[in-house]
């Protein structure tokens, strides 16, 4: 369902639980749109809309998702581990912990007010093509080893293909 840019301020979808993908963004919802009763949703799209919190614990089948611009002050993405795309870009997120989302190939959250982003030793760094985490001063990334902290800084603060900012700590 594609319902974005339509000024919609609600949406009823429990009567739809084999729905995959749900794009509304750019709407006028101040809360999320119930997705409790869409347990095969892979693909979801919510940005630029003030919803200010996103539960996203009965999508463990995420695939792609879009907050960029919701207000969000957390995101937890725990339960959704075959995740691939996350755009979370312009919120308010102190902290967010990718670590269990081994499938993540593409990842932009920049001017989040980021602080702390956890990749964890789990994710293949060699499967990220693309990588954005700009605008988020005093940023400490977590890659876990001291190899894959020489790995990443190779692929991705000397990278051309990736842009992580200049005021980062690994």
Not at 50 to 62: H, K, N, R, V
Not at 115 to 132: A, H, P, W
Request: glycine share 8%; with cysteine; net charge negative.
């Amino acid at each position: 369902i594609s319902v974005e840019g339509n000024q919609l301020t609600t949406l009823d979808l429990s009567n739809q639980p084999h729905l995959t993908d749900l794009y509304y963004s750019n709407n006028q919802f101040t809360i999320q749109v119930d997705i409790s009763n869409n347990p095969l949703l892979k693909r979801l799209s919510t940005g630029y809309q003030p919803i200010g919190a996103l539960d996203l614990s009965q999508s463990t089948s995420l695939e792609y998702l879009d907050c960029t611009n919701c207000g969000l002050t957390t995101l937890d993405v725990s339960v959704n581990t075959g995740l691939q795309t996350l755009w979370c870009g312009n919120n308010s997120l102190n902290t967010l912990d990718v670590s269990l989302n081994t499938s993540l190939t593409m990842f932009y959250c920049q001017n989040s007010g980021l602080n702390t982003l956890v990749l964890g030793g789990s994710i293949n760094l060699n499967n990220i093509t693309g990588f954005l985490v700009t605008g988020n001063t005093n940023l400490t990334i977590h890659v876990g080893s001291s190899q894959r902290v020489l790995d990443f800084q190779t692929m991705f603060v000397a990278g051309t293909h990736y842009d992580v900012g200049t005021n980062i700590v690994i």
